[in-house]
């Protein structure tokens, strides 16, 4: 149910591309039923793309332009998936109807405009960073939680990519969820160097939490393997995370965690997550629900503009090389 009015969620879905495609409306496929939740129509700036969706998930209206979806009386919810570049004028023109939203990652074409949307924003909302809503982050979450963490590690490799705005468009997801882990980041030194025969850079960064946490995160867009890790060291315990996703080389996301055990031998104890529905263990059908509870429960989101827009200024500093303290 809708907070205002206890109607059952219509939304109107902004954007056409691929990741909406392949992600958001399956995932809204497989919930709407058991959620009670309906799409009332989709805009895009090129119709065509619109109307193809619109035939392939049953969608009963393409609108002609944003302003009428944003004035569409039949929805009380948006969903917003397009390039960072146009995210804040559309979230802007939907901001004057104050319904929930739920948004692609990154919240914003730079830190300045995702802090304005962070404080224009104040309905309930999402911000799609899926690696906060894969389930094998959230138990290596808890597992480390009760644990006392000295040191974090992150390596955030790709092989071959060879993208302007690496860290700001593909690595803040890294960012991210360290601070979905770990808490604020409050300092940043970065080092930056190119890579022989590539328009880009492989990127080291020291980081500081507010918590005192010491970190480093690696970005290399040329490395031998397609991965992303997280580490964690503490007294007596080393244990990581490594998810799966389409682009990575590993298929199945994995927790290892090793603790001196007994008589000076290793504990060893993995979890492996196996055969979960491909939405499911991406986290796309997670950010979703967690849209839902939070509207109907009134709560907060896991992920919302609120605590994603530091990660954007993290990983603007980042990108150019910089250090900051925030
Ligand atoms: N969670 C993840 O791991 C992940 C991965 C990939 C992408 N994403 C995010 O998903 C979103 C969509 O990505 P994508 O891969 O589908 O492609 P994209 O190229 O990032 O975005 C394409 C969409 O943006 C629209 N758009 C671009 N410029 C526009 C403008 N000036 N005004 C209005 N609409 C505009 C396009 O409309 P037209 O069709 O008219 O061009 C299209 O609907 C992005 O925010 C991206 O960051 C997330």
Redesign the pocket.
Known sequence: MDEQSGRDLCLAF????????K?HLPALRRLSRQQGVSVAGIW???RA?AEKLAADFSLPKVYGD?QEAADDPAINCFAV???????G??LRTLAARNLPVIC???PGRDGDEALQLAQRITATNVV???RRYMPINQQFKELIDRERIEFVECSFYRRQRDVERFVT??GI?GINLLEYLFGDIARVETERWKVAGSSTYNWLASLRFSSGLRGLIKFFPFAGVSLEKVEVNGRDITASVQTA?PFTDAREGAINIQKHGANGRADVEVVEQKDLEPLRAGGFEGEYLDLFEAIRKKRETVSNFQNAWRSVVVAEAVQQGAAIQL
């Open positions: 902004i954007g056409a591309g691929e990741w909406v495609e992600y895009n700036r090129t793309k944003l998936a397009v390039n960072s570049q146009a995210v004028e559309i692609e990652k990154p799609a960073f899926n468009e593909t997801h996703h």
